[in-house]
């Protein structure tokens, strides 16, 4: 078998800027995760990506059952953006545990695990199974899914959230960070729900609420007839929802939502995320991440900044 | 690497064919030329990606610098391109044109860059057949011109090459719906490929289906020395699957399902494959694909 050719960058970091940032009890050395769902299992992408040099990898959401997903088709392209409506196929977290954490615990970044519970029990459950493994940075709540019933209630409703978020945070020592959905009225309430709960970060957005039609045949062209916007056409929504989150809460934000290049991060970190997931463009161009780490440190070094600290939420609006 | 056995990962919940070997490459068109009636070939320099790539296999394509189309899609290998030292140096990618990308990729011309990433999937079968039937329906004939000129030794592909006992025999049945759609031909029969065409409106070749060519082929052949490689449209490739059953022929089909990323991190491109327990599942096309044994596909 050959070997795979390597990543090389081609930029050497200026050791004037320090990469490393805190959420909450999570400490990461650098900004850059890639989202579940659009990493796979983090296998699948190693001859294309060091996955050391990410800052963090968040496997595609496990469930407490296996899955098998939505009936196909379950993606299809619209303008700047796909939608999506895969329904969270996965193994189950036992065989995600035997199988996949091994190899994902031992790739030296940072390893937050995407977990969907039906139930309020099931979501604590899960969380308490993943206690018990090591490797582990933090554990990120799935409850803004849009193509499952069930977990997006935790989502769309602040008691609910707050509850479910401090029951995972009593019944497990791992870090927890809440995934929230841009399906509400206010995500700033969201936000403080999952911060009254003891979230050590909020990771938003999910994919936006969606659907596309083959108007000749008179057909829904997803499989189950609605699912998730995601992509550059996002990108403005979830800017506005990162910054309006950041302005409700203390507690540290992961922005997502269309980030492709090293300016659409920067735009998050200004608007107050403290570090970004890149989703979708990993689909397009599966070597996006190292791109944009290799941008980075010149592009917080334009504006005069030696750390993160002195980038994260400095929106000027005056 | 892509064959089975070249696969570190044995627990049967490790796709089969991850993209060990894929990278991602910015290359530039050297050549776009119209073959038949919506049907373009694509030439591109990319020496790495054409000596690994295999017949069956495929490589994500993806018009450079612009969101619009945003994802890539999935091509077959139709064929690398030695440069003189007799090296793999370009690929060949034979295309229909069917929405905007393929559009925008015909309107393409010598120095516009696209992005590649490859080799992708599984690629047919190397195991020797005395006789390799190979059915194509319209643009599924891309995979065959390689895979032919393989077992008929003419060419070797893969590092290490692909070892191949070359086959005494090896047909195309390939259907179209006209004339004016066939593409190809010369290469076919250039390399020595047995070609039986068939035309859904007669302009060409057999008037009628192509899986009445396929019957014809095992009839007039031994059927017992046969194996067949299917691509096209899936209820023809269901339908080359039941005669397979019928006259005991292995098959293998290649599947196109609808895909975002190619290399199995979005499970999009599912499709239905019995269990060695007789249950389901969803299967991922790219990692465990494209080319499937037919008997394992839940039509």
């Known amino acids: ?67 098998k997903g939505n009936a196909p088709w379950r993606t299809i392209e619209t303008p700047s953006g796909m939608l999506n409506s895969i329904g969270l196929d996965n193994d189950g977290i036992e065989l995600f545990i035997s199988h996949h ?11 937050i695990v995407s977990i969907a519970g039906r139930t309020h029990d099931e979501f604590v459950e899960m969380a308490e199974m993943l206690s018990a493994e090591s490797g582990i940075a933090a554990i990120e709540l799935n409850i803004s899914c849009p193509n499952v019933s069930g977990g997006v209630d935790f989502g769309t409703d602040t008691s609910m959230c707050e509850r479910l978020v401090s029951a995972c945070r009593q019944n497990s020592s791992i870090p927890i960070i809440a995934k929230l959905t841009p399906n509400v009225t206010s995500v700033a309430d969201m936000a403080c729900a999952a911060s009254a709960g003891g979230a050590d970060a909020i990771s938003l957005i999910n994919t936006c609420q969606g659907m596309a039609i083959d108007w000749r045949r008179r057909r829904p062209l997803l499989g189950n007839v609605v699912g998730g916007l995601s992509g550059p056409a996002i990108k403005p929504i979830a800017l506005r929802a990162v910054y309006q989150a950041a302005r409700a809460t203390e507690t540290p934000i992961i922005g997502i939502g269309g980030i492709a290049t090293c300016d659409d991060v920067m735009e998050f970190l200004v608007a107050g995320a403290t570090a970004v997931q890149l989703g979708t463009v990993n689909f ?35 | 690497m892509s064959d089975a056995q070249g696969s570190s990962v044995q627990s049967p919940l490790a796709a089969a ?43 994500m394509l993806k018009l450079a610098k612009t969101d619009d189309p945003l994802l890539g899609r999935p091509f077959a290998l139709y064929d690398t391109v030695l440069d003189t030292a007799g090296n793999p140096h370009a690929i060949d990618v034979v295309y229909l044109v069917v929405g905007k990308l393929t559009a925008r990729l015909a309107a393409s011309r010598s120095g516009d860059a696209i992005d590649v990433w490859g080799p992708l999937g599984n690629g047919f079968s190397s195991q020797p057949v005395e006789h390799l039937i190979m059915v194509a329906g319209g643009i599924g004939q891309t995979p065959f011109l390689a895979l032919g000129r393989e077992f008929l030794g003419r060419r070797q592909y893969g590092v290490p090459p692909r070892v191949i006992q070359p086959a005494k025999k090896v047909t195309l049945c ?45 009839t007039e052949n031994s059927a017992a020395v046969c194996r067949i490689a299917c691509c096209g449209p899936e209820k023809m490739m269901e339908a080359v699957a039941g005669i397979a059953r ?28 019995y269990q060695p327990d007789g249950d389901w599942d969803y299967k991922r096309t790219c990692v465990e694909g494209p080319v499937f044994d037919c008997e394992k596909i839940a039509w």
């Open chain 1, 1 to 67: 078998m050959p070997e795979p050719p390597a990543y090389e960058s081609t930029i050497t970091p200026p050791h004037s800027v320090n990469l490393q940032v805190s959420l909450g009890r999570v400490q990461l050395a650098n900004p850059i995760l890639v989202a579940s769902g659009t990493f796979g299992y983090a296998r699948e992408m190693e001859s294309l990506v060091d996955l050391s040099r990410l800052g963090g990898i968040v496997p595609k959401t496990i469930t407490r059952l296996l899955r």
């Open chain 1, 101 to 111: 954490l091994p190899y994902l615990a031992s790739r030296n970044t940072a390893l």
């Open chain 1, 284 to 318: 397009y161009n599966p070597k996006a991440s190292m791109e944009v780490l290799d941008a980075l440190p010149e592009a917080i070094g334009e504006l005069g900044a030696t750390c993160l600290d002195e980038i994260v939420g400095t929106l000027n609006i005056d």
């Open chain 2, 17 to 59: 064919h991850y993209a060990d070997s894929a990278n991602q490459y910015r290359v530039v068109v050297t050549e776009n030329e119209r073959l038949a009636r919506d049907t373009y070939r694509v030439r591109f320099a990319c020496p790495e990606l054409a000596a690994t790539i295999v017949p069956g296999q495929f490589l």
């Open chain 2, 174 to 218: 390939y259907g179209v719906r006209s004339l004016d759609l066939l593409s190809g031909v010369e290469d076919f029969k250039g390399c020595g490929i047995d070609l039986q065409i068939a035309s859904d409106d007669g302009s060409v070749g057999h008037h009628g289906l192509v899986t009445e060519v396929v019957e014809k082929v095992l």
């Open chain 2, 246 to 273: 019928a006259h005991s022929v292995p098959c293998e089909v290649s599947l196109e399902t609808p895909m975002a990323c190619g290399i199995g991190i979005c499970f999009s491109c599912v499709v239905k494959t």
